[in-house]
């Protein structure tokens, strides 16, 4: 894959395949390199609030500085160990929607795809995505809050305290990263270091406020990448973005596949969309 030289001023802006950029069509289905950075926008659709959506959004309703740091669990265990439990059967009784499902579309396509979520719910796994890297951890599972061992069964708890750890009794609490806490490092390391090389990067779904996730699109950026904004509303990386799709992921994303793969077309470089304009093959 040839790093393209990006939308001609035309292009970018007259030609489009729906609400998809030609250009960026071209660009994605010749991609060699593509890692989707994806937030909680993207599984908004599944029914799962987002964090800082005005009124909906879990932030509007709760203080994460009461839920969602050590400091919290420190001073009310039970009480953040109720909230997750609360957000694990939501997430659980949701299922992944049209734009998870065409990421997995995408994984298929391009010849190195990653998918590093912020997202903890586990829809882009359910969905069927492989190449993953769960930055914040997985509400679904649960640890030792002393040796962050997983563990999968425990006593039922006294009603003040959060379960206890069969191991060391310290208290479990769920696998996520919580404000104050770093990062997995491999995963991390993974995403970083496929940003730094990717042809294009997807932002889907993210307030991109929330670091260090929020500067991989600034990495790949730099690292000479084309970036796509995909998010109803404006973020800070609005003004950086190569293309915009400003319409929710569950629409954009099967827009994006379709554009770049249309119908009956079953590899790289023979949709519609790659060839250059005049109809030759690239
Ligand atoms: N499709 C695409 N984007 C959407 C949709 C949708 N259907 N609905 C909302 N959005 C956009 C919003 O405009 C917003 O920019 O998704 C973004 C959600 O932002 P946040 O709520 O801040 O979620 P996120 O960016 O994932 O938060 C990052 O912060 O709270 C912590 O650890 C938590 O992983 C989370 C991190």
């Known amino acids: 894959m040839r790093r393209d030289d ?20 071209r660009a994605l289905a010749s991609a060699g390199r593509v890692v989707v950075l994806t ?55 949701a299922e992944p929607n049209a734009g998870h499902d065409a990421l997995v579309e995408m994984e298929r396509r391009v010849p190195a795809f990653l998918v590093a979520t912020q997202n903890v719910d586990g829809l882009h796994a359910r ?8 930055l914040h951890g997985n509400i679904a599972r649960v640890r030792c809050s002393r040796d962050h061992g997983v563990v999968d069964r425990w006593d039922p708890p006294p009603s003040d305290e959060p379960p206890r750890c069969p191991h060391c009794r310290a208290f479990l609490r769920p696998d996520v990263v919580w404000f104050d806490e770093m990062l997995p490092a491999d995963a991390l390391a993974r995403a970083e270091d496929e940003a730094q090389r990717a042809d294009l990067m997807i932002v889907a779904g993210t307030s991109a406020e929330v670091h260090p996730a929020a500067s991989l699109p600034l990495m790949a950026k730099a690292a000479g990448a084309r970036v796509v904004e995909v998010n109803p509303g404006e973020t800070p990386l609005s003004r950086l973005a190569d293309y915009t799709l400003r319409e929710r992921a569950g629409v954009a994303l099967p827009a994006l596949v379709a554009a770049a793969w249309p119908a009956g077309d079953h590899g790289r470089g023979s949709s519609p969309a790659a060839r250059a304009p005049g109809g030759g093959a690239k």
């Open 127 to 134: 969905a069927g995505t492989r190449s993953l890297v769960e």
């Open 6 to 25: 990006g939308p001609s001023e035309t292009e970018g802006r007259l030609e489009t395949v729906g609400l998809v950029p030609a250009a960026l069509a």
């Open 39 to 93: 937030g909680a926008g993207v599984s908004a659709e599944s029914g799962i609030p987002t964090f800082r959506d005005a009124l909906t959004g879990l932030w509007a309703r709760y203080d994460p500085l009461d839920l969602a740091t050590p400091a919290a669990f420190e001073r009310q265990p039970r009480l953040v160990w109720d909230w997750y439990a609360m957000r694990r059967e939501a997430v659980l009784v």
